[in-house]
């Protein structure tokens, strides 16, 4: 399930890094997007290259290892699509008082929060993933006790 989840990220990450682009970039008015299509090709391969291996590495140990979540390093990558818009001068957005408190950093509200928000396809995906996580964890505390 782990390897499925890091494929299905690798796959869409790149494109969901370009299509937040595009979006804040369309919302801005701007009808131009040639100027940033390099830079944001360039920062989808970035972000797979950063992800996937934090995600395998993550996926390398055992269920009470993990400090973090997949989706909490899938959210990081919002870093590449936002220094994108931020290095072409497009302005911050307005964003709700949480996005502010919770990812200060996200100037323009692309935070996925669920796998979902990345790609349609994974957000079941990450559901199952999740359970299977939870199951694993308990069947060990189970045999423990």
């Not at 989808?44 to 140990?61: K, N, S």
């Amino acid at each position: 399930m782990s390897a499925q989840l890091v494929d299905a990220v690798g796959d869409g990450l790149a494109r969901w890094v370009v299509r937040s682009v595009v979006s804040v970039v369309a919302s801005s008015g701007a009808t131009d997007m040639s100027p940033l299509d390099q830079a944001a090709a360039a920062a989808g391969r970035a972000a797979v290259d950063e992800v996937v291996p934090a995600l395998e590495a993550l996926f390398a140990l055992g269920v009470d290892e993990q400090r973090a979540s997949p989706l909490g390093i899938v959210r990081q990558a919002v870093r590449f699509p936002t220094a994108v818009l931020a290095d072409a001068g497009v302005a911050p957005v307005e964003r709700s008082a949480y996005q502010v408190q919770h990812f200060p950093d996200d100037l323009y509200g692309l935070t996925p929060m669920t796998f979902a928000d990345l790609d349609p396809a994974l957000g079941e995906l990450g559901l199952v993933w999740g359970a299977a996580k939870a199951r694993a964890h308990l069947a060990r505390h189970r045999t423990e006790g």
